[in-house]
């Protein structure tokens, strides 16, 4: 695979784009210095390329298998992680006291999809350890912290995250895993957990699994769901790995895609667990880690789509077909249409991802409510525009390569097999837009106004040097503030039938915004240009997306099963 970590592309958004000098000015994150930032980004992106991409095909043609209770990785996998954990990349966040970098969430977000782009089934494992990290930090006592944290920072445990069960998917209260309290403290936890992704693998000394589970007479729904460590291994007096516990995984899943990725259906058959946090408090515990790869996840998304767009870029440029001034079908206007449309909405993406990072890290380095209320509102957008980027610009890209792209040999199929899951978990996108829609726009529409104020405020700067955009910018910002004011009038159910458009909506006015940044920048260059293509032929989508979203509840619940059958 072509891939290069588009590390110049995170610098010119960090710098020009979300404002990333406002977290280098806290105090919590003073010693993210933009010679620091580059070293990092520049040492990450070498390995994506050296080391990660090289893997992206064999975890598709050699998929991790389970052998006699063993999951065995894909060939070269584990010397992949090995170079992900020995250079600190799964802890870039962590603390220090633990041995992370304690460096700000904006740039764990550029590694992480850059790692995504390489090699996406395998950047899932420290993923999901990242948030377990986060999760134990915020919610485990400290002797949980002081034995597992050192262990996941460093790499040599990881960690996974157990929700699903067959009967339970997205409605988590459902789940019927049981946790008995045992008389020295520790729980027994009983039941079968689905759709855990690295539930086992071969090349870490460890797999601490977070699960959710019942105590008894624990309540109905999501309040009585608390939330265990429960390890393979269970760690001796030392700290290290002892006797196995008692959980096996029973198969792995037959997947469209991310064949590299183990997704395990784990059983836990009275195997012995901790509980981190209060009991009834495991989907507040779970969340801070969900919340974590919600953001996450989107970068994948982004991830994936830069390595798609690379691959369907070099085709183009090497693939005759026809007769053009450059001689390939890169001169084309069709084909330089497909390629623009897909490099527009990876920026979007991409900076939608780091402007939310940068919120959350201006909330934990401030405390102030708008920061926070800001990053919680943009959240589903990077989750759910992030995934759908990643969808649609890997299906562009087989476009792009035309009857090649069928072909498997090309690798152009496996952008969009391995990136397609990522709009169903960690919350489909239809729930993470009923979230924005709901939860989210609960102040009345305070946070999402905000944003508006400031996407208007910059667009009225722009206009003594570029006129036209910034009026298209500003016009669009001000039609998603009416709708916004008209949403929030709705009865909850009719906003759940507009969610998706809506979030699609707003999404398209913020790339309408980072795009008239990335021009005031760069006004005669790539950027410049680029800028111009997206907000005169792809902005104006917003438009269609908000008379949808006008349209309401009315007469959508009223075509009935009967009707969708007919």
Same mark, same amino acid.
């Given at each position: 695979?072509?891939? %290069?970590?588009?590390?110049? +592309?995170?610098?010119?958004?960090?710098?020009?784009?979300?404002?990333?000098?406002?977290?280098? @000015?806290?105090?919590?994150?003073?010693?993210?210095?933009?010679?620091?930032?580059?070293?990092?980004?520049?040492?990450?992106?070498?390995?994506?390329?050296?080391?990660?991409?090289?893997?992206?095909?064999?975890?598709?043609?050699?998929?991790?298998?389970?052998?006699?209770?063993?999951?065995?990785?894909?060939?070269?996998?584990?010397?992949?992680?090995?170079?992900?954990?020995?250079?600190?990349?799964?802890?870039?966040?962590?603390?220090?006291?633990?041995? =992370?970098? =304690?460096?700000?969430?904006?740039?764990?977000?550029?590694?992480?999809?850059?790692?995504?782009?390489?090699?996406?089934?395998? @950047?899932?494992?420290?993923?999901?350890?990242?948030?377990?990290?986060?999760?134990?930090?915020?919610?485990?006592?400290?002797?949980?912290?002081?034995?597992?944290?050192?262990?996941?920072?460093?790499? +040599?445990?990881?960690?996974?995250?157990?929700?699903?069960?067959?009967?339970? =998917?997205?409605?988590?209260?459902?789940?019927?895993?049981?946790?008995?309290?045992?008389?020295?403290?520790?729980?027994?936890?009983?039941?079968?957990?689905?759709?855990?992704?690295?539930?086992?693998?071969?090349?870490?000394?460890?797999?601490?699994?977070?699960?959710?589970?019942?105590?008894?007479?624990?309540?109905?729904?999501?309040?009585?769901?608390?939330?265990?460590?429960?390890?393979?291994?269970?760690?001796?007096?030392?700290?290290?790995?002892?006797?196995?516990?008692?959980?096996?995984?029973?198969?792995?899943?037959?997947?469209?895609?991310?064949?590299?990725?183990?997704?395990?259906?784990?059983?836990?058959?009275?195997?012995?667990?901790?509980?981190? =946090?209060?009991?009834?408090?495991?989907?507040?515990?779970?969340?801070? $880690?969900?919340?974590?790869?919600?953001?996450?996840?989107?970068?994948?998304?982004?991830?994936?789509?830069?390595?798609?767009?690379?691959?369907?870029?070099?085709?183009?440029?090497?693939?005759?077909?026809?007769?053009?001034?450059?001689?390939?079908?890169?001169?084309?206007?069709?084909? %330089?249409?497909?390629?623009?449309?897909?490099?527009?909405?990876?920026?979007?993406?991409?900076?939608?991802?780091?402007?939310?990072?940068?919120?959350?890290?201006?909330?934990?380095?401030?405390?102030?409510?708008?920061?926070?209320?800001?990053?919680?509102?943009?959240?589903?957008?990077?989750?759910?525009?992030?995934?759908?980027?990643?969808?649609?610009?890997?299906?562009?890209?087989? @476009?792009?390569?035309?009857?090649?792209?069928?072909?498997?040999?090309?690798?152009?199929?496996?952008?969009?097999?391995?990136?397609?899951?990522?709009?169903?978990?960690?919350?489909?996108?239809?729930?993470?837009?009923?979230?924005?829609?709901?939860?989210?726009?609960?102040?009345?529409?305070?946070?999402?106004?905000?944003?508006?104020?400031?996407?208007?405020?910059?667009?009225?700067?722009?206009?003594?040097?570029?006129?036209?955009?910034?009026?298209?910018?500003?016009?669009?910002?001000?039609?998603?503030?009416?709708?916004?004011?008209?949403?929030?009038? @709705?009865?909850?159910?009719?906003?759940?039938?507009?969610?998706?458009?809506?979030?699609?909506?707003?999404?398209?006015?913020?790339?309408?915004?980072?795009?008239?940044?990335?021009? $005031?920048?760069?006004?005669?260059?790539?950027?410049? %240009?680029?800028?111009?293509?997206?907000?005169?032929?792809?902005?104006?989508?917003?438009?269609?997306?908000?008379?949808?979203?006008?349209?309401?509840?009315?007469?959508? $619940?009223?075509?009935?099963?009967?009707?969708?059958?007919?």
């Amino acid at each position: 695979m072509p891939y %290069r970590a588009p590390v110049s +592309e995170f610098g010119f958004l960090l710098d020009h784009v979300v404002g990333f000098s406002a977290v280098q @000015q806290t105090e919590r994150f003073a010693e993210a210095t933009d010679d620091t930032v580059l070293a990092v980004l520049t040492e990450a992106g070498k390995m994506c390329d050296e080391v990660l991409a090289p893997l992206q095909r064999n975890g598709d043609l050699h998929p991790a298998v389970l052998e006699n209770g063993v999951v065995r990785a894909s060939p070269g996998y584990a010397e992949g992680y090995n170079a992900i954990a020995e250079g600190g990349w799964v802890a870039i966040t962590a603390d220090p006291e633990h041995g =992370g970098m =304690g460096l700000p969430l904006t740039v764990a977000t550029a590694v992480n999809e850059m790692m995504s782009g390489a090699c996406l089934s395998l @950047q899932l494992n420290p993923l999901l350890t990242q948030g377990q990290i986060e999760a134990l930090e915020h919610h485990a006592d400290d002797a949980m912290r002081a034995l597992y944290l050192p262990k996941l920072i460093s790499g +040599e445990w990881s960690g996974t995250m157990n929700l699903t069960e067959p009967q339970a =998917g997205s409605d988590v209260g459902a789940l019927s895993s049981k946790a008995e309290p045992k008389d020295d403290g520790t729980y027994a936890i009983t039941g079968q957990k689905i759709y855990i992704s690295w539930g086992d693998t071969d090349f870490v000394d460890n797999v601490c699994h977070l699960v959710l589970a019942r105590l008894p007479d624990a309540a109905p729904g999501t309040k009585g769901i608390s939330l265990f460590m429960v390890p393979k291994y269970i760690p001796d007096a030392d700290g290290n790995p002892g006797v196995a516990n008692s959980l096996r995984v029973v198969s792995l899943e037959h997947k469209m895609g991310l064949h590299g990725s183990p997704t395990c259906v784990m059983s836990y058959e009275g195997a012995t667990g901790w509980i981190v =946090g209060e009991p009834g408090g495991g989907m507040k515990a779970m969340f801070t $880690m969900m919340n974590n790869a919600r953001l996450g996840v989107g970068g994948q998304g982004v991830g994936a789509a830069e390595g798609a767009y690379q691959l369907a870029l070099a085709f183009a440029g090497e693939r005759k077909q026809g007769k053009t001034p450059e001689g390939t079908i890169i001169g084309h206007a069709d084909v %330089r249409r497909m390629l623009a449309t897909m490099k527009a909405d990876v920026f979007t993406a991409r900076a939608i991802a780091l402007d939310c990072a940068v919120a959350i890290d201006m909330g934990r380095a401030t405390g102030e409510p708008e920061w926070q209320a800001r990053a919680a509102f943009l959240t589903p957008i990077a989750k759910a525009f992030g995934t759908d980027t990643g969808c649609a610009v890997s299906e562009m890209g087989v @476009q792009v390569h035309g009857g090649m792209g069928y072909v498997e040999e090309t690798g152009a199929a496996q952008y969009y097999r391995d990136v397609r899951v990522t709009a169903i978990y960690e919350g489909t996108n239809g729930i993470q837009a009923m979230d924005m829609v709901g939860r989210k726009l609960m102040d009345g529409g305070e946070a999402a106004n905000r944003l508006l104020d400031e996407i208007e405020a910059f667009a009225d700067t722009a206009k003594t040097t570029l006129p036209d955009l910034a009026e298209a910018v500003w016009d669009a910002a001000e039609s998603l503030r009416e709708t916004t004011d008209w949403l929030v009038a @709705q009865p909850m159910a009719d906003r759940f039938g507009t969610a998706v458009p809506y979030l699609r909506a707003f999404a398209r006015v913020l790339g309408g915004h980072y795009h008239l940044r990335a021009a $005031m920048a760069d006004p005669e260059g790539a950027h410049g %240009r680029l800028a111009r293509f997206y907000i005169t032929r792809m902005l104006p989508e917003h438009a269609g997306l908000l008379a949808h979203v006008r349209a309401g509840g009315e007469g959508l $619940m009223e075509i009935s099963p009967d009707d969708l059958a007919a």
